[in-house]
């Protein structure tokens, strides 16, 4: 799509620059502010007129950003730009992608309905998909999906000397088998069964024979953390070394992060698809390879 | 329009409880929740198809209120509403009515273009119109615009003995003349000169002839507190009585209230269009005249 300028959205500058360093192209001067009374100011300072642009925005805690980011796209769109991506690393709206009882909001088709209005192309990695097979079920815009399983699989190779890959439940084995196979480990895949936003339990594979393993849980998104948190107890009650929690997309909401933390935990290694202290993997190249493309 | 089912935003119960008692509506019942993560949940637990619904959000700190604002209106429709109305009795986005400088959003109008996308109809109070003339400037769909003044000026007959009416800048000239003519009451109006978001200063009548009277400054929006409060200054150092400080609506950015409330203050006084401890006007019978209307 070769964009030729990248803006960043507050609080998405690094992940702005690693793009724009491998991109080659500049980051431009925006400003995202807010009146006193809460609501927003957005104004671009640069000279767009004709140019393909893209906006890196991720939607966690998405609902106060969505206004500025609407506002940046119409605003750019006024001033001549012909095609605004963009860049959510992480993807808001892709839990409630049916109505599970009636009267409730279609919120992923909903959502999906207003980024596709107002911008021309998204880019993301490892989005939620449960009932939509694709983005193109909700979103008419071009989606682009990056997965980061290759990168998960590189760093454990070069940082863990026998990994034995674990996936939390039954939806993550497609791709916790991927990063196995492409590092040769053996892996596992626990049962969970939710119980609401916060209440899961999981039971237990037989791993007494990889109590030399490193265990390494690999999930898409860490939130609550209480999955993550279960297993990692579980492990430690069948005598495992320390484990290593992984995840694409750091969400850890409220004190997740801290819980998680003070467990039978080695390390928290994550993706920079939201910016967190636990960011270890970069996606910039990747997504700069979608924005130089054709 | 012969709404026959409220729904309150939440936060919004009480004038809405105001409004359906005076229209002898039924408020029907939802969900507005947010998942640990910071997505909302919407869900109408009512019987919906076929009827004309309104729901009730004032839109002070308009951000976060947007998504679930519109999924509302979305599942409504999905579910055969014919009909969504918007009584946002505090209404967002009319100060940036214009581009002040090259490369700004022009925030009014594409605020107007989403609310007018997702709802049927609007109503509101006393919106601050500056630059557009009406709403209709902005909003494609049909706007109902309530007046104050009327039940401003009531409430001073009511309440205050010898009233002198004040306005804080010029363009409070024309509702803050209403609001004294409504009552026979003599009235000053301030020049004031703005810098920036937060600073302003004011140029002070001569308002000793009044020494006796209540002043009473009115305005449409009390937000930072920062010209009321110099207004109030200055009219105690004119050794004039305790002031009232009248406003439509209660924004009160911050520590505005409490910082407001310390100075040479009788009273503030409010309409519930936001809801308030300084509340002590009704809009509610106002808003079920228009929604009973044809």
Partial sequence: MTVSMLFAYPDQESMTQTISDHLHAPIGQAVFRSFPDGESYVRLLEEVKGKKIAIVCSLNQ???????LLFFAKTAKDLGVTHVTLIA??????????????????????????????????????????????????????TYVLHAAPLLA??????????LIMGPDSESRQWV????????????????????????????????????????????????????IEVVEALKSAKMKKVICMAVHAV??????????????????????ITHPSNAIDLGRSIAEVLSSE
């Fill in 252 to 273: 850890f909401a409220g004190d997740a992060f801290k819980r998680l933390s003070k467990t039978h935990v080695r390390q928290i290694v994550t993706c920079n698809t």
């Fill in 154 to 163: 590189a760093w454990i190779r070069e940082h863990v000397k026998q990994p």
């Fill in 89 to 142: 690393p992480y993807l808001a709206y892709m839990r409630q992608d049916t109505r599970f009882h009636p009267g409730e909001s279609f919120s992923s088709k909903y959502f999906a309905a207003l980024i596709s209005q107002y911008f021309d192309a998204l880019i993301t990695v490892d989005p939620h998909l449960h009932r939509h097979k694709t983005l193109d079920e909700v979103y008419s815009i071009p």
């Fill in 177 to 228: 088998s991927q990063v196995a196979d492409l590092i040769n480990a053996p892996y596992q895949v626990l049962e969970k069964e939710r119980h609401g936003d916060k209440s899961v339990s999981v039971s237990f594979p037989q791993v007494e024979q990889y109590r030399n393993y490193t265990p390494i849980v690999v999930d898409d998104v860490i939130s609550t953390a209480h999955t993550m």
């Fill in 62 to 68: 998405p609902d106060p950003k969505l206004i500025p």
